[in-house]
């Protein structure tokens, strides 16, 4: 029998052509976070903090007027510019029965958004590394995704008159700038996977705890030098049929279609 095979893919400048999806609503808002940026690059704020800080200025951002909600945030982030050959990559690797996760600190919604294009013959419900039910309505039919999500970002708060949601003061905190290596042992003991038998994709030095417990860790669109030296193989052209390639190499699968 063949052993379980996982493959764990960030999700900004790898699956996501843009720096980050939480600068991508920035930039819709017309907003700046570089204080709480400088504050965390001090020290003087934790990765918990910054993420309240950072919701909170989404939240307050109009200057006149009320706060951001909960649908209109999932607007924002609308046309996010996605990497070259990330649907096809997926896709593939579900066809050669690999397990696929997205490991990623970036914004759940455009997570949710990949994850629930590959919907899974079971019907949606609660579970770990899921999305939420209007995505997997709006995408999947209502049904799960064949996809396991590790993602940061908001909450939904109170109700609002018209049926949508505030947003909580308190954000999503699942993946720890430094430590996507423990989501990936997690991953790795839930699904019956090995370290050998464990691909990983990223672009910066939050990824190197990921890549550490992978077998074949592909440093993709390099932010900077410092995950190079961890990386099995370096890509430089923003092109994901190149990872699909050497994944499939590594673990000796004959080409697709």
Known sequence: MQPNRLVCLDMDRVLVDHLSTWQFVYDRLGISNDESFELYNQGLLDEWDWIKLDIALIKESRKDGP???DAELRGLMEGMPMMKYWKELIRDLLDNNFLVAIVSGGLQ??????AAQFPSDEPWKRRW???DRFTSQR???GNDT?????????LQGASTADGDHQIADFGRYQVQMDGKGSVVKMLQRRLD???EN????????GDISMFQQSGLPICFNPWDDRPK?????IVEEKDLEIVKNLIFEHFQIGPTS
Do not use: C, E
Not at 146 to 153: A, I
Not at 229 to 233: G, L
């Open 67 to 69: 706060m951001v909600t």
């Open 109 to 114: 919604q455009t997570a949710r958004d990949i």
């Open 129 to 131: 590394g899921g999305i």
């Open 139 to 141: 995408f999947g039919d």
């Open 146 to 154: 064949k996809l396991h999500v590790f993602t940061n970002g908001w």
């Open 193 to 195: 996977v090995t370290k």
């Open 198 to 205: 464990t691909a990983s994709v990223g672009d910066s030095a």
């Open 229 to 233: 030296a961890h990386a099995t193989h």
